[in-house]
């Protein structure tokens, strides 16, 4: 039985994941995602109300025009956890294919708010939940498997495929943490036992393996740690006080809550997404906010929670959007002084988020914090940690799955070379066993784990 | 005879330069720039119908407000060269001064110009020419002489005082360039000159003073030499062709111009600023156009060629405003399918232009760059010398001078800093001869030249 | 009553601190250090053996020949902590003093061993220990106390001395650091009734003014929280362990102890210098090692170490010198063959220091990587944070101190000038109140706190 | 006929170039070099004295053990040019093979003095010149092309290889230069006849293909425009004038020699590596040196040459060797006072190369500039161009030449990448016609030109 893994998108870029496999005539698909940086490319791109092909053709989307060319049935549509670059394009593809979604039940609650905003087709593919840890059989060959995994967003896991040619593990994206509050370590016995049972393929990402800094990623526990040394001086404070982070970042979203819990501010998270985010881990039990929080999220609940703030700024913490400086965000349109509440001198904000490095998030982020300064802000901005494994880590992950091949995924190019020079190092050869795949290149397995 | 050397603005930013100099009872000011970065903090900064004071708020324009408490009578304004961040306020702030504005004859259109635009204030100062070389007498203590100098403008000089205890060289802005078909070279014997009679004080920029990469700043000559190569090809593909380049930078325009006149396209000058200051400068025959070469300012003026252009790509060099790929400007309103011209595939785009580093520059070029060559375009990108003296030019320049005192001018304070320990590298030292000075402060000169 | 801060040595570099403060006719100095970084431009520098005037020459140690024009009764040698650049040069410069040496009695016991190895000059100026917090009379109108702080060696204090005209601290190198096992947090309340009382002048340190990253430095907390996940794997595997750090870093040193105390490996402290620190530390009680820890420092003594290492490498844990690749350290050696114990396929080594970053450090330091990962070695690179105030540690420091002036110290010429643009932010003007000197230079402040 | 392109050296590393090209059952090998920064690793890597098989081992040398593999008959070894990392492994390599060494007469002249040298193997094979533009038939089915090119030394060509399934060119390494002195521009029209025949595969060096900067590498004539701009000044000061810049770079040479030929100044050429390049390019006619030049190479004759220009250092301009402050080197050495010939107040220093940068350069050419700024030198460092094809180079070629295949070469896996994503632009496709190989790798063609 031939095993093929299909590149779709992500092989070229930080963006749209897609990948497709192939198990003699069976398909199972992983990711649908979307290239944020690309949309800003053409001003007119409305993706809510574009066709595919359209968002295809600006790079918005991944290209899965070749998937009409492979010869199969495909049997599932597999999320590996809930950002827009995995699971973003899922309203424009996934109608296509006459196949279940499946995803942990956080990313499952994510895809149907994704489904029900969309405005130009309509998707009926049914939902399926997989607990991390769970297992479901999806043909007569083919085994899906969620391993436990670590990463940015709660119940971010690894599906793995068994099938009769060995174990095809999408690890996609991941970090290993052992101290998150939310999520258990990453499962690295069931890692170790599949290394024994033979791994025929790890699809991996590789979005850090040309860092070599900082080598094995960080715990989110070191981020609480430095947020709590950060928020301690302003929360006592008489003045405003402002943190921005990633609205999906429960784990974060979930530190901050702990460490203002016991303050005598009211916290309020503001902003869409942080109420979409935030609103279902909280449906869902997965974030514990404490009693002195509250989530608005229409424009019309976040003015008038701002109104509130701008009278008697020292009571409350706002946790908002816009730690990227994004025009229409809202610590940005603060900083502008378009709402209610103004920043004055003495304010504190607190940006728990990196520069994700393009240059129109450098420009956005730079404009932002000029305005907050020349307001009068104190800006703190060194209270982060990666949500993407290290080299070390990849080090580890390799020795852990002793994979027969290794595609190296979730990058540009210079990214994947990277990850393949490490492999390297662990005994493996690029173009012999580590792949580099384009979008639309595919690699095909012929001989299985023997 | 007490000598007090004024730093009103550009000593904490490349920008907004202007100086005074006190001798006596009497004072010359020098320079009255506005500062571009600024402008875009404040989205509605409107600079043409703003008041001085809010523009001083706003960091845009010198604060001149001390000026005040100066005692003294202002014999004049001096303008060193037509550069924006030397000239752009004269509107905002000349009226305010009973004195003649004096300038060389090409920075005296680009301020008549300027003067004309303005909508909030009338200014009436007379204006006064002095050629490169010459010298006017002031008062009966003060000779105003014009050194010849080089810069990336044509008639950048270096503002000379003489005074009873001294003399007083306002070197902001300039290059040592031998070799430019407009301007001669630096007059380095007056230069010596002046160092042996005597410099009480060397007012002097310090732009390029923390590069350690290329020293001694290359000639225009070069750039020439290297357009000379980029453009050879392109003016012979069947395919359009733009070039852009700073408007203002007249010895480029000869030599685009001078390349290309011998070829079979038409060349054609784009945008208002081009407009502006290459028509400025033929009528005072300083630029010199070439038969096939025609420049077109006014929208409906540029449309109309654009349209010409489209129809026959291959008969045109189109030279255009927008080299920083700022949204309004003609090649970034080209790249974004706003004009008549669209980009097609081959067209050959040259950007004759460094990136002015900051994070809007960065983020709006990388945005031109990527529709340009979306479209099909490809981009050269490194034909350019820098219009700043490097640090082994400094060495020179001190060398001649051997000025008494120095106060390094227009930068950052780290390069001020920097031009400081280069001064020190030269017998000088930093507190004692060397005059780090911040926007607002002055320096004192008891004793003047003995 | 006059007061004159003296800036010796530390104003242009980082490295050599040496400051005097003269108040009326009685002077303190603070620290005398060497520069390390000078040594290697003379290749027969040989401090040990090497006159004063020759290492002042060759800019090893500071130029303290101005201090005989100054007019005034020495009352006190103070050393802010043992690191090098602070006491360096003591048995150089402390003999042509008349006054005793004072410090906290881990520095104490660093300057005795200092002084013992000194081949030139014989020092006898009286030792007097003051703890942290302690205070000390040093004449009528001057009272020296030991303010409490954190930094990266034990008993690290922030000298302040109590004036007539208001109180000059000397804060030259501080970490805010709440969560130190063996230093208590900084005294908070201290600073804070110090800035009640009138704080003069504040002599402060800037090493890391101009980093814009990490802006509040993080807590020695999170270093050995990193160092423990890095640790746990090496721990467990049968393999060769090794980690490098600062020998004088105790804190680290006991934070690796702690890690390892409960493996099944033996830690073996290895290195001359890894003794003299580590070795005083343990007699001081400061140090806690576990039972399952030896130091070891002559060449012998570490050679039978090694020796019974290389038999068993999994049951020792080999802690070194050599962070910075400098060839003659243990570290390197070991990486250079040039020691019993070799490194063989699947060592790991943790280097717990960061690259002191100039060319030599990070050719020395490649140097050592690419010989121990030839040999098989894994490198972990990434636990450590720094020893030095963050730009948001000294705002907060200013807004508890309210200095009337501040001095800007141990530094480049750039980290002076970054810091006095961060005191401007808070209020302050370089020029003014913030005054950058260069070695040599001195600030006279007639009129004190009033 | 099958044609194979087997990547022996220089596809994982800048350095020991090595490929061979096997058609049918013949086979050509193009270049033998060694990769310098590798023998630095090993303190007693004495490549003289070596056997292959060590230095193989410790990647000095490319590893042609796998060519015992290669089923076919060696018919020539080709070089293309004279630099180390091209023909610096031919005394170890060659006589292993059964076939000519052919190369220009400037490179084989270079080929002839490195086998003189060799300590451990004698090399017989016959050595054959074959003129840039000429042709050699190597067998019925194989013939060899010189085409014309640029570089950095002279008579660098492409070696071109006429098979009958098309046309193999190997461009390792080339620059496009139309203005050189001594060589004559590279043959576009044969570039673009060649293109028109049919080129099955291009293997092309990519050591410049990752830098954005400068994308259309300059010509040698800025290089000497930007020399003779800085030498005017120092070659008419009574003061100690010395240059440094590539023995090897005889054009560079020729440009220095031709500007200092009309000044007071006697021109000394001093070390071994400028006696053997310079002598042996003048030997050929290559370089023409003035009446005022003189080369000394042996250490007694440089030493006699260095003791005159100490007496009378205004009288000379000293050329030497060590532009990376490698210590042997001999500008190095006068720095460090270990020659005649020291350096004083006032000197002039100009180094006519970059750094190459790797952290044992930096560290090098730091503490050389170090020392010669601390006797009182006055270094100009910014006169060079790079002898490497730019971006928009390569571009032009792959357009001239249209091959069907291309092979990334000679560089890091970053820099065949980045080449791999400029070809796409072009309309190639990595992992379909770009083949990215790995040292060992070879590249099968089934199909030929059709």
Redesign the interface.
Known sequence: MTVEVIAIGGYEEVGKNMTAVKVGEEVVIFDMGIHLDRI??H?DTDIDRMHSLDLIERGVIPDDTLMKDVDGKVKGIVFSHGHLDHIGAVAKLAHRYDAPIIATPYTIALIERTIKGERKFSVSNPLRTLNPGGKLKLSKDLTLEFVQSTHSIPQAVLPTLHTPEGIVIYANDFKFD?HQKISPPPDYNRFRELGRKGVLSLIVETTRANEF????T??E??AK??LQ??ME?PLKEKAGMLITTFSSHVERVQAISDIAKTSDRQILFLGRSMERYCGIAENLGILDLPDNASVYGTPKAVTKALTRAEERREDFLLVTTGHQGEPDALLPRIA?GKTPFSIRQGDNVIISAPIIP???N??????ME??LI?SGA?I???AHVSGHA?R?DH??FIRMLKPKHIIPAHGE??ML??Y??LA?EEGY????NVH???NG?AQVFNGGIS
Do not use: C, F, W
């Open positions: 800003s490319i001003e052992n800094e900082e080598v094995k960080y715990s526990k070191v740690m430095i040394d950060l001086g502008n393009n240059p129109t450098k420009a956005n982020r730079h404009m000029r305005r020349s104190r703190y901005s060194n290290g070390e080090r580890d190019l210079e070379s990277a393949g020079e390297e050869r690029i173009g012999n580099i795949l384009r290149q």
